[in-house]
């Protein structure tokens, strides 16, 4: 599993927009089967986002919006699970963190900060 990290840094470093999708679909495929046994809770929601990126980057013209939404939350969920596993942690650490920074997060919408300030709903008295 050490070459699946190493390979998926090195593509990091190197920038993910200059990787090419194939190769990235096929680094997919390895963290695929590397997660399918891992009973860790996260996982299977990691699984799931990594084959929607999969089929992103399978398609002739990746959505690089879709791409770099999937990247960072693929980033955000490694690292919650970091601590979790046993053999690989600081290695799913850093990698997390990697990704969550090469990536984009996609609210679903912009948060008003102003209805936030000064919602509407009632407030219960204690």
């Not at 980057?57 to 693929?74: C, G, I, M, S, T």
């Amino acid at each position: 599993m050490a070459i699946k990290f190493a390979g998926t840094m090195n593509a990091i470093n190197r920038g993910l927009d200059d990787t090419k999708p194939t190769k990235g679909a096929d680094m997919v495929e390895d963290w695929e089967a590397a997660l399918a046994e891992v009973d860790i809770p996260g996982a299977k929601g990691i699984l799931r986002d990594l084959g929607a990126l999969r089929k992103q980057l399978e398609k002739p013209e990746p959505d690089a919006d879709r791409v770099h939404a999937l990247v960072h939350r693929l980033g955000v969920a490694t690292t919650k699970i970091a601590d979790k596993a046993d053999k690989y942690g600081d290695k799913l650490k850093a990698l997390g963190e990697a990704l969550t920074e090469a990536g984009e997060d996609q609210p679903d919408e912009e948060e008003d900060v102003a209805a936030a300030a000064a919602p509407k709903r009632a407030r219960k008295k204690a």
